[in-house]
């Protein structure tokens, strides 16, 4: 990861593979809580 960031940094945006990550933080995050309330929901 360390490598790839160094290459990125090198290109003029390296913001974008930043906020990627981040969009994929909050969207796993998202999709975690709707998963266990789901299985909670089915789970009764």
Request: glycine share 10%; hydrophobic share 50%; aromatic share 10%.
């Amino acid at each position: 990861m360390r490598r790839e960031t160094g290459i990125m940094s090198s290109k003029p945006e390296p913001n974008l593979s930043g906020t990627i990550v981040a969009v994929f933080i909050v969207a796993s995050v998202i999709i975690g809580m709707w998963g266990s309330i789901f299985l909670l929901f089915s789970s009764r």
